[in-house]
């Protein structure tokens, strides 16, 4: 929440600004509290990342034997190692950028606080890149990740099957699963 106040002040109206209500709450907004905050936000990130890779790894290796290829076996730790880098762009870029080592901002200086969409329209190429590309892309791949080792798309799959299965046996009419929730058919 403080990275959010902090860092994404220009993206809400002048009149309701949140770093009102940090200073209400005692947080200071300077210079040195953002980088603090890019810092820890950086640091919980990888580990939480790099710690679900591992997790990930290790569930795939115990519970995935039997599948052949071993990326295959191994596909939800390799969806989160790919997630990785993506994930950390934009913390890595706010820690950087904080150090003075880089300068890409991520918003265009021709654009104010009150431009479309919450900034969205204002977003720089770095901004677009890093933070709409990779931010987006590494949670859509640790997303998967998970779902693949908690073996939902098996069990969609599986499921699937069964009810084609049943519906072409005659035994399922053309209600929904729903159905007994409902009430009836569900049209």
Known sequence: MVHYVVTHARAFPRGCRPLLLAGFLGISASAAARALSHSLTFAVNLAVTTNLAQHLYHKS???????????KRQLPSLLALASIPLVMADPTRHVLQDAGLISAAMYRADCGPDNGLHGLLCLSLAGWIITVFCTYAGFGLLISGVLEGA?????????WAASRARREAGEESRDTPWSDIAGGSVA
Do not use: E, N, S
């Not at 290796?61 to 990326?71: D, E, M, N, Y």
């Not at 073996?151 to 499921?159: D, E, L």
């Open 61 to 71: 290796k115990a519970t995935r034997a039997h599948i052949a290829p071993a990326w």
């Open 151 to 159: 073996g939902v798309p098996a069990k969609v799959r599986a499921a």
